[in-house]
């Protein structure tokens, strides 16, 4: 049975990223997808093609990225990509994980990076002189008030960006590609509202949704604020697609217990590899009980708000007004459907 292999290129060796199984049905003989790092192929696309044609995923792609470690000097995350970029598109790498990259402020945080995450590549770090010329500042904003540069270090006006390795620096061009480190200041606290109270002592619950940085799950957090409990955990594993917001629903599947939905950018064979506004819904007190994802919009939105309203075609369940804005247009447009059933209600264009 023959094999499809898709192949990376890096550092002059060639990687197999992962290989597809084709059935005997399927008449192939032998074909490499060669991705250079300034055109990759998208694997959804590829791997949804595939499977319209009777192909069956074998292994899942192999990558040496680190793993999301937690430095105890700051209690900041940080993990390593191992997929050359050129700095601004690593910057936008990170920014898009609710990241930065690493910014390295000091000695003790040199050596955690050097020491757990260095893999004898230069790696890029948050630091450019590309505003203003021998003036460097860090992408966060921060003082700069350390510096370690290597003995033979050279600024020059074509070289704007700091790359690292073990224990110096170095300023490479807009055009050359190195690895890169992300860098997350906290966990990523996205929304938070009220919810009815859910353990009979009179007082509402209050929830609030962020993403866990170090099981990389998006978790829901009620509390009782009356006794300062938590009477709920709610964890949504939607991979890297920071989720929106999220809304309290009425109770749909008559347990007496208000729903939790949150809202995606949601990415697979049932959506689009594009991302599709999407909202998952679970039992507010049960976090086994997902009941639902009803879909918004379509593939050409970005989702931005998400908001819950009354019932107001006469089955008891809440409505969802999702807004979203064209990827190619910028434009506006809000829809709202009902939480049970997931009918269209209505659209506004804006």
Same mark, same amino acid.
């Given at each position: 049975? $023959?094999?499809?292999?898709? +192949?990376?290129?890096?550092?002059?060796?060639?990687?197999?990223?992962?290989?597809?199984?084709?059935? #005997?049905?399927? #008449?192939? @003989?032998?074909?490499?997808?060669?991705?250079?790092? /300034?055109?990759?192929?998208?694997?959804?696309?590829?791997?949804?093609? !595939?499977?319209?044609?009777?192909?069956?995923? !074998?292994?899942?792609?192999?990558?040496?990225?680190?793993?999301?470690?937690?430095?105890?000097?700051?209690?900041?995350?940080?993990?390593?990509?191992?997929?050359?970029?050129? %700095?601004?598109?690593?910057?936008?790498?990170? @920014?898009?994980?609710?990241?930065?990259?690493?910014?390295?402020? /000091?000695?003790? @945080?040199?050596?955690?990076?050097?020491?757990?995450?260095?893999?004898? #590549?230069?790696?890029? +770090?948050?630091?450019?002189?590309?505003?203003?010329?021998?003036?460097?500042?860090?992408?966060?904003?921060?003082? %700069?008030?350390?510096?370690?540069?290597?003995?033979?270090?050279?600024? /020059?006006?074509?070289?704007?960006?700091? %790359?690292?390795?073990?224990? @110096? %620096?170095?300023?490479?061009?807009?055009?050359?590609?190195?690895?890169? =480190?992300?860098?997350?200041?906290?966990?990523?606290? +996205?929304?938070?509202?009220?919810? $009815?109270?859910?353990?009979?002592?009179?007082?509402?619950?209050?929830?609030? !949704?962020?993403?866990?940085?170090?099981?990389?799950?998006?978790? =829901?957090?009620?509390?009782?604020?009356?006794?300062?409990?938590?009477?709920?955990?709610?964890?949504?594993?939607?991979?890297?697609?920071? $989720?929106?917001?999220?809304?309290?629903?009425?109770?749909?599947?008559?347990?007496?217990?208000?729903? +939790?939905?949150?809202?995606?950018? #949601?990415?697979?064979?049932?959506?689009?590899?594009?991302?599709?506004?999407?909202?998952? =819904?679970?039992?507010?007190?049960?976090?086994?009980?997902?009941?639902?994802?009803?879909?918004?919009?379509?593939?050409?939105?970005? $989702? !931005?708000?998400?908001?819950?309203?009354?019932?107001?075609?006469?089955?008891? /369940?809440?409505? =969802?007004?999702?807004?979203?804005?064209?990827?190619?247009?910028?434009?506006?447009?809000?829809?709202?459907?009902?939480?049970?059933?997931?009918?269209?209600?209505?659209?506004?264009?804006?």
């Amino acid at each position: 049975m $023959p094999y499809v292999f898709f +192949i990376q290129e890096g550092a002059g060796l060639l990687r197999v990223l992962y290989a597809v199984r084709i059935p #005997k049905k399927v #008449k192939v @003989e032998f074909y490499i997808f060669y991705m250079q790092a /300034s055109s990759m192929i998208n694997k959804q696309a590829l791997t949804y093609a !595939l499977y319209l044609s009777g192909a069956a995923m !074998l292994t899942t792609t192999v990558k040496a990225d680190s793993n999301r470690l937690q430095w105890s000097g700051n209690k900041h995350f940080y993990q390593r990509f191992d997929q050359p970029l050129t %700095w601004q598109a690593a910057k936008a790498k990170c @920014e898009s994980r609710s990241a930065h990259l690493v910014t390295i402020t /000091s000695d003790l @945080e040199r050596d955690f990076v050097n020491n757990n995450l260095y893999r004898d #590549k230069a790696f890029w +770090i948050g630091g450019s002189d590309a505003a203003v010329e021998k003036r460097f500042t860090w992408v966060t904003g921060e003082k %700069w008030l350390y510096q370690n540069w290597g003995a033979t270090f050279k600024n /020059s006006q074509s070289a704007d960006y700091i %790359w690292s390795t073990t224990y @110096e %620096w170095g300023v490479n061009s807009a055009g050359d590609m190195n690895v890169y =480190i992300c860098e997350w200041s906290t966990h990523s606290y +996205i929304d938070f509202a009220s919810v $009815p109270d859910l353990n009979g002592n009179g007082v509402n619950e209050v929830a609030l !949704l962020y993403v866990d940085y170090v099981t990389k799950k998006h978790v =829901i957090k009620i509390r009782d604020p009356k006794t300062d409990t938590v009477i709920s955990t709610l964890t949504f594993n939607a991979g890297s697609r920071v $989720p929106q917001g999220f809304v309290v629903l009425n109770d749909l599947n008559g347990n007496g217990v208000p729903e +939790i939905g949150v809202l995606y950018s #949601k990415i697979g064979v049932l959506y689009s590899e594009f991302g599709q506004p999407s909202v998952d =819904i679970k039992d507010a007190k049960n976090n086994m009980a997902y009941l639902n994802t009803l879909r918004f919009l379509n593939p050409s939105f970005t $989702p !931005l708000k998400i908001t819950v309203s009354a019932d107001t075609n006469g089955n008891g /369940s809440s409505e =969802i007004t999702v807004l979203g804005v064209g990827k190619a247009n910028n434009m506006p447009k809000a829809e709202t459907r009902d939480s049970k059933t997931g009918a269209l209600l209505n659209d506004t264009h804006f």
